[in-house]
């Protein structure tokens, strides 16, 4: 199985915004390499792991980027990354052919790394932890079992004791499509099949989705809400399960790939990145609203930091080699009343001028597709604050510019009847 049609990673890395941020901004790293994972085990710390030995740390909440690959071969390619801390993560790995696996672990922020596992044939797919310790790899199968894998001493050593699981057919892994919190563990298949284990891995049951191929799982809580997404070809991408056992389709937003889900932990806020674009619930993904477009690249995964003051910093990792940070603050547009209103307004934003965030109001008088979008002086569009059809109401919708200098901008917002700018000034 040659690693180029297995791994269909495409990935946008989602990088520095700061905390209180309600935009997400695209930065560069040092790689230009596809990066499949990202993981944030703090507001400030994040690594992310790609193709050809593409590994990356930061420390300061994305301001910088540095390699991080060490002593890894540069001929491996990394489908999933677990960081403990700022020191210490665990990253899979495997070869462009033969298709051999690999585990590696650092201590010293990626400086050196240690092999601590090593397989013939097939692919580890994904490792997650619940604590600095304990930690679980899932594999595709090999020789009719799949490659399951524990480990308590933070991914030092790893066994297979008890963790047997039966392949049904040619059915394989996928990247990031592992879940693991407390006792439960979820991972999906090319297959559309979700595999569960509630006790750490001793027995598992099954369900099938109607999607293509399962590449992302995520819960908020795992007695509650959980989405699992992946690639689209006919039908559904998007499966919604409410007691982490019986999965039915979701709403379907694009006829895109979905290539990550983060959230706010016991919330119904959610966030789900496909292909180009990453929406945002607060409804339990009953209703997606869209927050942020990539200018170029394609999304590959999308992480929240799992500690940290709040608002938590959201990090993505990209198919070109950028990140892409925003944080939990950015729920997309907040409605102020159902009522319907006598006519469309854009009300001029308060404060004003601002620094470094601003509020925008505006009213819909009938249902209607609304753009509303921020401009510099020279006219090039600076942020999509809102591209969707909204329903008739009085909306808001914050606007953050830290990533701006000071001077004058536009905001613009159109409609099917309606179409009016006006100015704002930063001033820091």
Not at 83 to 98: E, G, T, Y
Not at 109 to 127: D, Y
Not at 129 to 145: E, H, K, L, Q, W
């Amino acid at each position: 199985k040659n690693i180029f049609m297995k791994k269909i990673g495409i990935v946008i890395l989602l990088f520095f915004a700061s905390l209180c941020s309600a935009q997400f901004v695209v930065q560069n790293t040092p790689s230009t390499e596809v990066f499949e994972s990202i993981s944030v085990p703090s507001n400030s710390v994040a690594w992310a792991c790609g193709y050809r030995g593409a590994l990356i740390r930061t420390t300061n909440g994305g301001m910088n980027w540095a390699m991080a690959s060490g002593n890894i071969p540069a001929a491996r390619y990394m489908f999933d990354i677990w960081a403990i801390d700022s020191l210490i993560a665990v990253v899979v790995a495997s070869n462009a052919s033969p298709d051999n696996a690999y585990i590696y672990k650092t201590t010293n922020g990626g400086v050196n790394w240690t092999q601590t596992f090593f397989q013939t044939g097939g692919f580890i797919n994904a490792v997650s932890f619940i604590n600095s310790t304990t930690g679980f790899a899932m594999g595709d199968p090999v020789g009719g079992r799949w490659s399951l894998f524990r480990t308590t001493d933070a991914g030092s050593t790893w066994d297979s004791t008890g963790l047997r699981l039966i392949a049904v057919g040619a059915e394989t892994g996928f990247d990031n499509s592992l879940f693991y919190e407390g006792t439960n563990i979820w991972f999906g298949t090319h297959s559309g099949k979700i595999y569960r284990s509630t006790n750490a891995g001793s027995n598992w049951t099954s369900s099938q989705t109607t999607i293509a191929g399962v590449s992302q799982i995520y819960f908020n809580d795992v007695l509650g809400t959980g989405f699992a997404g992946g690639e689209y070809i006919f039908g559904s991408k998007l499966s919604k399960t409410n007691d982490g056992t019986v999965w039915v389709d979701g709403e379907d937003i694009e006829e895109t790939n979905i290539r990550g889900f983060c959230g706010i932990k016991n919330t119904s806020t959610f966030w789900m990145g496909h292909e180009k674009n990453i929406y945002a619930s607060t409804n339990n993904g009953n209703k997606w609203n869209l927050v942020f477009t990539l200018p170029t690249g394609f999304n590959t995964n999308l992480r929240s930091s799992r500690s940290g003051s709040y608002p938590r910093t959201i990090y993505g990792c990209t198919s070109n080699g950028k990140i892409v940070v925003g944080n939990t603050n950015t729920v997309g547009i907040k409605i102020l009343s159902s009522k319907i209103p006598d006519n469309f307004e854009l009300s001029q934003n308060y404060p004003n001028p601002f620094n470094p965030t601003t509020k925008i109001n505006f009213k819909v008088q009938e249902k209607s597709f609304v753009s509303l979008k921020v401009f510099d002086v020279n006219g090039k569009e600076i942020s999509k604050l809102v591209n969707e059809i909204i329903n008739a109401g009085s909306y808001s919708v914050e606007f953050n510019s830290f990533s701006l200098s000071s001077g004058t901008y536009y905001y613009r917002m159109v409609s099917d009847r309606f179409v009016e700018t006006k100015k704002m000034i930063l001033i820091k």
